[in-house]
């Protein structure tokens, strides 16, 4: 049996600050904002709070370019708003972890500011620069915010490299001063109280010596799971996170699930769990994430039933459907036209969170927020979004009406609008002008609606989380696919001792006749239709458990 460490029980719920709730009218979100909706997250269910970057920032990519890891954003309030934030969380027995992004900073650190000065600057060697090569790049690397990876700076004729905007130079991890600042920064943090940290892209943090070209320029062979990634993140637990009973979870694009195990394996010393995106890139084609595809559900099948039976007593899972760099889980995995969006929301809820593995939940999942419903790119606020949309248009390969499409699709900022709290203007988000507009579909969804409606999406998934605390079969269970092949019904068990859960989900708006599973299941557990329910039929997007009987 796995040991239950704190962090396997429980709910984490993703703020991202920016949109969550704005106190002052700036059309900001901000700390004394989330301080307000404290209760609201208490009241669902969740006790742990994952804080997306309100640190010091330009925002050239929305504050995960960190200018003073050490200072609160001003337009976020200030340190003692955020140590208010603090002590309100732990009254209410809830835990907070916060964002760190140290795979790179700003390039207005003082780190960089200094870096660049010369090529004998004491700070030089905090980041990663290269001689020009025959009058060029140092090698063909393309930045995934488009462009190349690599960044003159005329102060000394070298390039830096930055995988991500040229405002976010990479830090060079292979620098021992470098490693230091950032374990002394965490533990800052840690004694202040904070309960643990989301490490973003901390895969990608040691890079090769040699740095030959990619195919394509692809940097993905060589900056993802580096040469010496697992060194660090031992070296970092055992000088840092093994000395406070917090939670770790590294967001890693590009795992595989024995990579995975390297990370967060129970015998590693390195994360408690990892983020692996292998699900949400189901729809990856020849424009990358660029797409208005939705995923194939035998694909999305067989992706879960293999992490849920190969991490299996070796490493612990992360349960999401969607994130601040993700489109609306209704929209991709449900569906949101209004007579089907409340019940794919409460499907893919219960579909998801049988499973063995850490809940999360984005700011508004809750609610059945769908995607921003934008339709003119003057909408659009993302840096990822613009670039792509002006290199694909401007080059000719879509044009503009099948690039919105794309963007209507996946776009981050379909999970940046602003939390829909009210059926009024600035969705109760604001009384000032939202820094992006609010979702098209803010008159039907919202807190205040949900609330008044016990039948409501957010009452559904307040009643899946209390099914799942404390609960031996999902924590500890065996996991089993059913109907692999089908392409509607997505069924599995999770069966534990003498007990044991039928889940039945069905992914299409057709009522849909179960394959016998071979199995005795007894009473409903909990479905998302009200009256009757068959474990034999399945109606437009229903999802029920069932007890099953042995």
Request: glycine residues 8%; contains cysteine.
């Amino acid at each position: 049996m796995d040991k239950v460490e704190w962090w396997k029980d429980a709910v984490v719920y993703q703020i991202y600050p920016k949109s969550f709730q704005d106190s002052n009218g700036d059309g900001i979100g901000d700390l004394r904002g989330i301080i307000r909706r404290l209760d609201y997250i208490k009241t669902l269910g969740a006790d742990v709070i994952w804080l997306c970057p309100v640190y010091d920032s330009p925002n050239a990519d929305n504050g995960y370019d960190i200018r003073d890891y050490y200072s609160i954003h001003a337009d976020y309030g200030t340190m003692e708003d955020f140590d208010l934030l603090l002590k309100e969380v732990h009254q209410r027995d809830m835990k907070l972890i916060m964002d760190l992004v140290v795979n790179h900073t700003s390039d207005e650190h003082p780190w960089f500011q200094e870096s660049r000065k010369a090529k004998d600057n004491p700070y030089r060697d905090y980041y990663i620069w290269r001689e020009a090569k025959d009058g060029h790049e140092p090698n063909n690397w393309s930045s995934w915010f488009g462009g190349s990876a690599w960044e003159m700076d005329p102060a000394t004729g070298m390039y830096y490299l930055h995988i991500f905007h040229k405002k976010q130079p990479d830090l060079n991890w292979e620098n021992p001063s470098v490693r230091a600042e950032i374990y002394k920064m965490m533990e800052w943090w840690l004694n202040k109280g904070v309960d643990g940290f989301r490490m973003d892209v901390i895969n990608l943090i040691s890079k090769p010596e040699q740095m030959p070209d990619g195919i394509n320029g692809d940097l993905s062979p060589y900056c993802v799971n580096g040469p010496n990634v697992h060194r660090y993140l031992r070296e970092m637990n055992r000088q840092v996170s093994a000395r406070y009973d917090i939670m770790t979870v590294g967001e890693c694009p590009g795992l595989t699930v024995e990579t995975a195990k390297k990370y967060a394996g129970y015998d590693r010393g390195e994360l408690h769990m990892v983020f692996q995106f292998e699900h949400t890139g189901l729809t990856d084609g020849i424009y990358g994430k660029w797409t208005t595809q939705s995923p194939c559900l035998p694909d999305l099948k067989a992706v879960f039933e293999k992490w849920q039976t190969q991490m299996r007593g070796e490493a612990w899972n992360c349960l999401f459907w969607g994130n601040h760099d993700q489109p609306r889980a209704v929209s991709k995995f449900g569906c949101d036209l209004p007579e089907y969006r409340d019940l794919s929301a409460k499907m893919l809820c219960l579909c998801l969170y049988f499973m063995q593995g850490t809940p999360y939940i984005y700011q508004g999942e809750e609610l059945g927020m769908a995607n921003a419903g934008f339709f003119d790119i003057g909408q659009y606020k993302d840096v990822e979004s613009l670039n792509a949309y002006h290199s694909f248009v401007d080059s000719g390969t879509l044009d503009k009406r099948a690039m919105l499409d794309c963007l209507a699709h996946v776009s981050r900022d379909n999970a940046r609008t602003p939390m829909q709290w009210e059926n009024n203007a600035g969705a109760g988000f604001t009384q000032g002008t939202p820094w992006i507009s609010v979702g098209a579909n803010w008159r039907a969804v919202n807190a205040e609606r949900e609330l008044s409606n016990p039948d409501s999406v957010f009452y559904f998934y307040q009643k899946v989380l209390r099914l799942r605390k404390n609960n031996p079969v999902i924590l500890h269970g065996d996991f089993r696919l059913l109907c692999p092949e089908d392409e509607a019904i997505f069924a599995y068990t999770r069966t534990y001792g003498t007990k044991g859960y039928l889940i039945l989900c069905n992914y299409s708006d057709k009522e849909l006749r179960i394959p016998d599973p071979e199995l005795n299941s007894g009473p409903l557990l909990i479905g998302n239709y009200s009256g009757q329910v068959s474990p034999h039929f399945l109606r437009a997007y229903e999802g029920a458990v069932f007890t099953i009987t042995f």
